[in-house]
């Protein structure tokens, strides 16, 4: 199959390269971008393992065709840091025991990241809600929701940068 | 002084920012230079025999650069049973006859996995099915089809427990109740599939980097079906994406990624998919239980007997000690004084079936307490009253089998007594249920034959006073990294930034048996506590030379101050001492080691964790639907080491015994799993989980390290138990046939409007 050029900025950072039209954006970005941060757990779009942020939105890379995101920004967790600080959510996530074996996080903490950019103050259900499609075997979710909780009301305003 | 500088804070996971930022490197991630990518053919039959397999087309396929089978292998019928070979009986890639669809029949190693795949299409298998018989029940009768020759009926194993005198016991007692239940089988589902990259060099060593909780099982398991020498082989495993025991035997991607590898000397990646993990690793164990118990009138129990038939799939497995454990946590929490176990574990053309956290006690909590309640019921006793009367106490010998040193099980009842009390009046179709439980903290067993001590740790402590740990122990998620790193740094009087760990390598790391039967708190926490102790000693040993106190007085280590206990203001900088002690030894590093193998402490285990949960539920009467509104959990695991740690083990384990006691199951048509997928099999999502709450209780348990015993396996024990009391309470019915689906809580209640018209009759 012929390759297209895919225009892609991943984590602020613009990238073209030629691939085959039938690539998965989770393949291309853990496979020709180095990006294993971003997970795969099932390949259907069941687990949200895979979850990156499209043009702001939470999409399950699995899911997408890496042609589809072509001319789009995309985030993962790999840019959620930035110089060696770690985002608001990280450190709940840290604070909170939000994570256990960690496979799922990447994943999670994208979904949780979206939320907190389109809504401020999240309720407990939204948050529920926001992270319903993300999978975790190890927590139990609770802790997680905690964590975002944490941020939502601002208790980590006083340490942000 | 306070007791402790590190244990019993909230100290956060050493390997959280690794995680939480994406760096951290799981096997799943791994991709080397010129790497090959693998897949597995697996037998579309339930049992058959393989007359003849041609990869030909497949090999003459562009892309696509070996393939292996059976006849390629050394023909090792291998198994965790070391020490017992009658119970090794799985060859990963079978020669000439298969037992279970999904069994490994052959393996391609190709360019991309896409080129793989298509191979897989081109080798032709020629079978001849058999006639196959997938339900134990089915499985044991005469004339039944027969897996293995050597096991008549298809009995696989057989377990017996036996104390006192059971039936003599039953004449005397006073109420006696009979009971049928049907435990459901149930996936681990860690989000990290099995899979594993495998490198073997012309030097003759294999490297493996895989997703596993015991890198020595497999580096041994490997070496043996491989021939080659155990220290040529290499396991690597510094992250595990979940285990739950799904990942300390052998697995289809390590063995057939290492004999492609050595095949093609080149490394070779193998990922399971979702599907083929669903389908072709293995599951909790589906037991068939009959109980039948006596007591009192006044709710003091008697005697028991319990018979179990577990459906074993296709190999031995785990499922032997599941087999055992079973039966032996039958009585738990209790002391029952009169107690009979016959457990048989049955072939069956299925996936082999296994160990899964809580390795048989779950199905064992969940018959006996729903059971338990019954009798409470039938007796119009109190569930609390009732369990309180009988609950194991601190001394007590669980006849021929065990001591229980630390037992806190009465202050949890206690605790939970007062939970309920505060509920008050609940609103309709709301019910309380309770469960208890108790657990072993690593097991005493040595089927494995392992020649090493079931611990060990290394420190080395470096001119900067950076401590280098070397434990065995593996982290799949349970935070063991974080415990072993509080644990030597407590013991050393040094903080948790002080420590450095190595694990996840067998090249560097002593041995341990691995993260299985909640052994790595106890037991490595053991050998690194008395590592940590040598490494303090040494270090002290220079310290008191420089103070030069009057010789009664003893010294210690408290964070990072080396000092005369009995004048703390007295001392000196443990990083000044440790300098000069390294120049003082001649340059040479300060070294210390720790070991820990149980001795004399019983059949099953040195200690045992306990707890009462209760779960509040809700019952829609119109549907049967099951709500989970609370679960609060009262909980002695002795002395805790990382709260942070011991809640995230709580929730978590409440999610999946949650799932396993009315959401999950794996139904079959002919051997084969209906719902291999994350749609169709459902574990709990975010809004299906309850609010939890934890209530520690303290104790201290003598044999572990600063008194701390298990903390997250066995609180998967209660909740299902719980839950069908929960049910009982909020709609009169009792399900006791795993999972409690909406469907089954309907059936019963109409069975039960049915016989409430026919009593008016």
Redesign the interface.
């Known amino acids: 199959m012929e390759k297209l050029l895919l225009h892609i900025t991943v984590n602020d950072e613009y990238r073209e390269l030629y691939i085959n039209p039938k690539r998965l954006l989770v393949e291309v970005l ?2 020709d971008l180095a ?10 779009g ?2 949200g ?1 895979c979850t990156v942020m499209l043009n702001g939105l939470p999409v399950k890379s699995c899911s997408v065709l890496a042609m589809q995101a072509d001319g789009a920004e995309v985030n ?3 840019g ?2 930035e110089g060696g600080e ?1 985002s608001d959510l ?1 450190k709940s ?5 939000a ?8 994943g999670m ?1 994208m979904s949780a990241t979206a939320l907190l950019k389109e809504i401020k103050k999240p309720t407990k259900e939204q ?3 926001a ?2 499609g ?12 905690r964590a975002v909780k944490a941020v939502a009301e601002g208790e980590y305003k006083e340490k942000s940068r | 002084m306070k007791k402790f500088n590190v244990i019993n804070t909230p100290v956060h996971n050493i390997d959280g920012v690794a995680k939480i930022t994406g760096r951290a490197e799981y096997a799943f991630d791994v991709k080397l230079p010129h790497m090959l990518y693998g897949k597995i053919l697996r037998s579309m039959y339930p049992h058959a025999k393989i007359l003849k397999i041609d990869s030909r087309k497949a090999l003459a396929l562009t892309g696509v650069k070996g393939v292996v089978t059976g006849q390629d292998t050394l023909g090792v019928k291998q198994g965790i049973w070391r020490r017992y070979k009658e119970l090794c009986d799985e060859e990963i890639l079978a020669r000439s006859k298969v037992r279970y669809i999904g069994e490994p029949i052959a393996a391609v190693a190709a360019v991309d996995e896409d080129t793989a795949e298509e191979a897989l299409d081109l080798i032709e298998v020629e079978y001849e099915p058999l006639p196959a018989v997938f339900e134990p029940l089915e499985a044991i009768k005469e004339g039944a089809p027969q897996l293995h020759e050597r096991a008549e009926r298809n009995i696989n194993v057989t377990r017996h427990i036996e104390w006192g005198d059971v039936d003599e016991a039953f004449r005397k007692a006073e109420h006696i109740r009979e009971d049928w239940f049907r435990c459901s089988p149930q996936h681990h589902v860690c989000m990290e599939t099995h899979n594993a990259v495998a490198s073997y060099t012309p030097e003759g060593r294999l490297t493996v980097w895989t997703s596993t909780q015991s890198h020595y099982y497999i580096q041994v398991l490997l070496s043996w079906m491989l021939g080659l020498r155990e220290s040529d082989v290499r396991v690597i495993s510094r992250y595990t994406g979940g285990g739950f025991g799904s990942k300390f035997e052998i697995d289809s991607a390590q063995f057939c990624s290492s004999l492609l590898s050595m095949k093609l000397f080149k490394p070779v990646k193998i990922t399971l998919t979702r599907e083929e993990e669903f389908q072709a690793t293995k599951r909790r164990t589906p037991m068939f239980y009959y109980l039948r118990s006596g007591v009192k009138k006044d709710g003091t129990f008697v005697a028991k007997e319990a018979r179990v038939f577990t459906e074993g799939g296709a190999y031995t497995s785990m499922g032997a000690t599941a087999l055992y454990l079973t039966g032996f946590f039958q009585t738990f929490p209790y002391t029952w004084p009169n107690y009979r176990y016959d457990g048989y574990r049955v072939y069956t053309n299925t996936a082999p079936t296994s160990a899964m956290r809580g390795f048989g006690a779950p199905q064992a909590t969940f018959t006996a307490e729903t059971q338990i309640d019954l009798i409470a019921d039938d007796l119009g006793l109190d569930p609390i009253e009732i369990r309180r009367k009988n609950a194991m106490y601190p001394g007590y010998e669980v006849p021929g089998q065990a001591t229980i040193q630390s037992c806190g099980l009465s202050q949890c009842l206690d605790k939970i007594e007062e939970w309920i009390k505060s509920r008050g009046k609940l609103p309709p179709n709301r019910g309380i249920g309770i469960a208890a439980y108790g657990f072993m903290s690593g097991g005493i067993f040595n089927w494995f034959d392992t020649p090493y001590a079931f611990s060990s740790a290394v420190i080395q402590v470096n001119y900067d006073g950076k401590v280098d740990l070397y434990v065995g122990s593996q982290d799949m998620g349970q935070g063991s990294n974080t415990t072993m790193v509080m644990i030597c740094a407590e013991e050393m009087g040094v903080r948790p930034e002080d420590i450095r760990l190595h694990m996840g390598d067998t090249d560097n790391c002593p041995v341990d048996l691995g993260a299985w039967g909640s052994r790595e708190t106890l037991m490595q926490g053991n050998a690194v506590k008395m590592a940590a102790a040598d490494a303090k000693r040494q270090i002290i040993e220079f310290a008191a030379a420089k103070l030069s106190p009057n010789i009664v007085y003893d010294l210690d280590i408290k964070d990072r101050w080396i000092h005369l206990i009995a004048r703390p203001e007295r001392g000196l900088s443990y990083f000044d001492v440790v300098k000069e002690a390294i120049r003082g030894k001649d340059g040479q590093p300060i070294i210390a080691r720790g070991h820990y193998t149980p001795h004399r402490k019983g059949m099953i285990s040195p200690a045992y964790s306990f707890g009462v949960q209760a779960v509040e539920a809700e019952v829609d009467p119109e549907t049967g639907k099951i709500t989970l509104k609370n679960c609060v959990t009262a909980h002695d695991c002795g002395q805790v080491i990382n709260p942070l740690g011991v809640e995230g083990q709580l929730e978590g384990a409440i999610a999946m015994a949650a799932g396993y006691g009315f959401t999950e199951d794996m139904p079959m048509d002919e051997g084969k799993i209906l719902n291999p997928n994350l749609v169709d099999y459902k574990i709990l999502r975010s809004a299906e989980m309850p609010e939890t709450k934890v209530m520690e209780v303290e104790t201290y348990e003598p044999e572990g390290p600063f008194g701390a015993k298990e903390a997250g396996e066995g609180l998967t024990n209660p909740t299902a138990g719980a839950l069908s009391n929960a049910v009982f309470h909020a709609a009169g019915v009792s399900v006791k046939n795993l999972p409690i689906t909406p469907e089954k809580v309907l059936d019963a209640l109409r069975k039960k409007e049915k016989e409430g018209k026919k009593e008016k009759k």
Not at chain 1, 99 to 106: D, I, K, N, S, V
């Open positions: 853990r496979d990006l294993t941060g971003t997970k795969r757990g099932c390949n259907t069941a687990c393992a993962t967790v790999e959620l840091a770690l990280q996530f840290l604070d909170h025991g994570f256990q074996c960690g496979f799922c996080t990447p903490l948050i529920k809600e992270i319903h993300n999978l975790c075997r190890c927590t139990g979710y609770n802790s997680i929701i």
